[in-house]
């Protein structure tokens, strides 16, 4: 063996002994691969409810006129893309401050700052959390968005699951929740959807949300609200009711907020989080916690988007033409939960629920069935994405619904 050879026979051991090899490989995205599955399916009725994107009737995910506008208006007047620091675009966030809280709301005790979409803001709200309670647990109703737990989990913050729905009858299990609120120590996080349930559509009554602020605030629990969907339940205001509830009733309050579905600017990453805290002296502290996550985590948050929605809410005008546009949306997604409902009364709990996503209690031979004999592509658990139907194929879908179910 020549000194060459040697050396080469040695890197090659070196080599197979990555520093990677004890890992795990992870799962695929299974919404991914629904998609590819969906593209190649030539079928020309195949019907697409898998994706978490809004649709209109022509199927397309555009963006929003009013975002257009205020985008063209950053690039012919932005006259630096100096950093901006790690609270982000401090005009995007005190415009949406009114919008979430209300107009004329007291913003001494309110803090936050501009993240990378809602997921940033859940992310840093969880590491805020698990700094301020090491005690605590965070408690998920189920079944929710599929990366709450993966997120809380990555900032070590424990998990405890109560029924938020049940699937079988498509009611809410309020008593449930009630009963695991009751029974949590003082301190434990109670993560809430603020709208439009994802995945279920099973939302809060005003009544109910008073109840729940009313058990937070007695037991000291802390409410960490989720709103990712303003917009598209049942208005601006309305979908901002849970939040507003809570912020009268309960001193502290998380709020992690996505712009990325009600401006549709998804890849733009446009979220923020609010904290609420008990006194002004407080909300500076944490604010101050905020800044130093948010500079362990990515520094800064990207500008192009939430400049952009600052752009739109402070002219009067694209805002006037952004709310026009939501409003379209939210009365073509309420117009196809209507429509389906109305062609079955298996299917009457559609109508009821809110937003984009309602989840069918199929079994995941009944989603394989409904995919290969009949084109309809929904995500492994059950959940269809309303945006996905047209007028043209709620039957088509209904009745694909009924032969499944036998
Ligand atoms: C319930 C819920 N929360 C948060 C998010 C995160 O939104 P973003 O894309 O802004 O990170 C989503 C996105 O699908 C969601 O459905």
């Not at 022509?58 to 929003?64: H, K």
């Not at 009963?179 to 003082?186: G, R, Y």
């Not at 109910?208 to 058990?215: G, P």
């Not at 937070?216 to 849970?242: K, T, V």
Request: proline share 6%; aromatic share 6%.
């Amino acid at each position: 063996m020549t000194m060459m050879a040697e050396s080469e026979a040695g890197q090659a051991a070196r080599i197979t002994r990555s520093h990677f090899g004890g890992l795990p490989a992870q799962p695929a995205d299974a919404l991914l691969a629904l998609i590819g599955m969906y593209a190649a399916d030539p079928r020309a009725h195949k019907i697409d409810l898998g994706v978490g994107v809004y649709k209109n009737e022509a199927g397309e995910t555009p963006v929003f006129a009013a975002v257009k506008a205020a985008e063209a208006h950053l690039l012919a007047h932005q006259a630096t893309k100096s950093y901006v620091g790690p609270e982000g675009d401090i005009g995007f966030f005190k415009a949406l401050t009114p919008l979430i809280f209300g107009e004329g709301h007291d913003t001494a005790r309110l803090c936050g700052v501009q993240t990378p979409g809602g997921t940033g803001a859940l992310r840093l709200g969880a590491e805020l959390v698990a700094k301020a309670l090491p005690a605590a647990t965070v408690h998920l109703g189920e079944p929710t968005w599929p990366n709450h737990a993966p997120i809380f989990a990555a900032a070590h913050v424990p998990i405890a699951r109560y029924r938020h729905m049940d699937l079988a009858t498509q009611a809410s299990c309020f008593a449930e929740m009630e009963a695991a609120l009751n029974a949590a120590p003082a301190g434990d996080i109670i993560l809430l959807h603020g709208c439009c349930h994802n995945p279920t559509g099973v939302d809060f009554s005003p009544q109910q949300w008073t109840r729940l602020a009313e058990i937070m605030a007695e037991r000291g629990l802390l409410p960490f609200i989720d709103l990712a969907y303003q917009g598209l339940g049942d208005g601006l205001e309305q979908d901002a009711a849970g939040v507003r509830i809570v912020a009268r009733h309960c001193p502290d309050l998380l709020v992690a907020y996505s712009c990325d579905k009600n401006f549709g600017l998804y890849r733009e990453r446009v979220g923020a989080l609010f904290v609420v805290s008990a006194s002004a002296e407080t909300a500076g502290i944490v604010q101050s916690n905020l800044l130093a996550l948010a500079r362990a985590n990515w520094s800064m948050p990207p500008d192009h988007g939430a400049a952009a929605v600052r752009i739109v809410l402070e002219s009067d005008e694209l805002t006037r033409q952004w709310r026009a546009e939501l409003e379209d949306m939210r009365l073509r997604i309420n117009a196809m939960r209507t429509g389906l409902a109305a062609l079955d009364p298996a299917l009457a709990f559609i109508a009821a629920q809110k937003g984009m996503f309602s989840t069918l209690n199929l079994t995941p031979e009944k989603v394989r069935a409904l995919r290969e004999d009949h084109a309809v592509y929904m995500a492994g658990s059950g959940r269809i994405n309303i945006a996905g139907l047209v007028p043209g194929n709620l039957a088509p879908f209904a009745a694909a619904l009924a032969a499944v179910r036998g």
